[in-house]
């Protein structure tokens, strides 16, 4: 057993700067799960700067002065936030009012649609169709209890989140405008010899770089297409459907199934078997065909591909551990994980003596 740690050790870790990676990667890992909640703006910030510096970056080589640039997209992500927090949460807040004060009425027609059945399918009997109503109910109950219990245990976290508002625009500007100053101070605890880190990273910013800003406009494109699409075909809560749906690309095959059932639930309680329904059945699977088959591939043709049980066990893993952000990055992370497996040096040790082909 010593033995075969000993061989691991020398051919994966011999190298200093594996070594000296190895290290960097388990004290980034720990001081991320043991201070997640307290440097959560922190982190948020580090990746909303991210996202942003490829557009100062963008407009730096198009000859405007860095810090120029830099105070230009800054402005234009405050107004960004101001539509978001003025504009578009009072809707997703009066539609999603709306939408629970109105669940009793879905209930009850869809108790009644349920109850005409045994008159259309004799397999089904009067009693399976009341146990089936009964157990919807419970489980509506349950979400409203669990809604409002949500909701009252957000009331202290309110001032949290306000400081949240204004620390985080600070710390993305700081990190912008600072960010060659903080690269150089962290490369003073780097070794001098360090092109294993540097080809490393390179790969990592090539995937997860590119799969985050791929992700964040994929949820623009098809979130604001969705609102748009169900307000103009009448829809009620277009608007809060479309962003259940941009949301929903988050978690591949997971989100698409899970979201799907409101959208189906929403339009059936609104018309009904009529022809509209399935108008916006069908114009939401285009969509969901145009992304998986257009979008996807157009945002994240140089993302490394996963297998989907890759995928599933890193949103529970990740997921599990950081929450929202969990899964918002478990796929890059996971990417992350495959692309340190295939750039880590490693030592082949050699064939014994005598050894034939």
């Known amino acids: 057993m010593f033995r075969l740690l000993t061989n691991f050790y020398r051919r994966n870790f011999s190298d200093p700067q594996a070594a ?6 388990i004290v980034g890992f720990t001081v991320v799960i043991l ?30 002065p860095r810090n120029r640039a830099v105070w230009l997209v800054f402005f234009i992500f405050i107004a960004f936030l101001i539509f978001v927090l003025f504009g578009l949460t009072p809707l997703l807040s009066a539609q999603l009012t709306r939408l629970v004060s109105e669940i009793p009425d879905m209930l009850s027609k869809g108790q009644q649609i349920l109850m005409e059945l045994p008159d259309e399918y004799p397999l089904i009997t009067e009693e399976q169709v009341l146990e089936t109503i009964s157990a919807i109910r419970r ?75 791929g992700k964040f406009w994929e949820m623009l494109v098809v979130g604001g297409v969705t609102a748009v ?13 479309g962003v259940f749906v941009g949301l929903s690309v988050i978690v591949p095959y997971v989100g698409a199934v899970v979201v799907t059932i409101p959208v189906v639930l929403i339009a059936f309680f609104q018309w009904g078997t009529a022809p509209e329904f399935f108008y916006v059945v069908l114009a939401y699977g285009v969509i969901q065909a145009i992304d998986g088959s257009v979008l996807v591939p157009l945002l994240f043709s140089e993302v490394v591909n996963l297998h989907p049980i890759a995928i599933i066990v890193a949103i529970l893993v990740f997921g599990g551990l950081w929450g929202f952000w969990g899964v918002f990055f478990a796929i890059p992370l996971a990417s992350g994980v495959q692309v340190l ?3 880590w040096p490693k030592i082949e040790e050699a064939e014994p003596e005598g050894s034939t082909e």
């Open 229 to 241: 699409t169900f307000s103009v075909m009448g829809l009620n809560y277009s608007v809060l459907l």
């Open 341 to 343: 497996i295939h750039s």
């Open 20 to 25: 000296f990676l190895a290290l960097l990667i």
């Open 35 to 64: 201070t997640g909640k307290m440097l959560l703006p922190v982190f948020a910030s580090i990746v909303i700067a991210y996202l942003l510096d490829d557009v100062v970056d963008m407009m730096a080589r198009m000859r405007v």
């Open 139 to 213: 489980q509506m109950s349950g979400f409203g209890e669990g809604l409002l219990k949500f909701s009252l245990a957000q009331l202290p976290g309110l001032i949290t989140t306000v400081v949240y508002l204004v620390v985080m625009p600070l710390l993305v500007l700081f990190f912008l405008k600072d960010k060659e100053l903080i690269f150089g101070w962290m490369k003073r605890f780097f070794p001098r010899e360090k092109t294993l880190m540097t080809g490393v990273w390179r790969d990592l910013d090539g995937q997860i770089g590119n799969y985050v800003r």
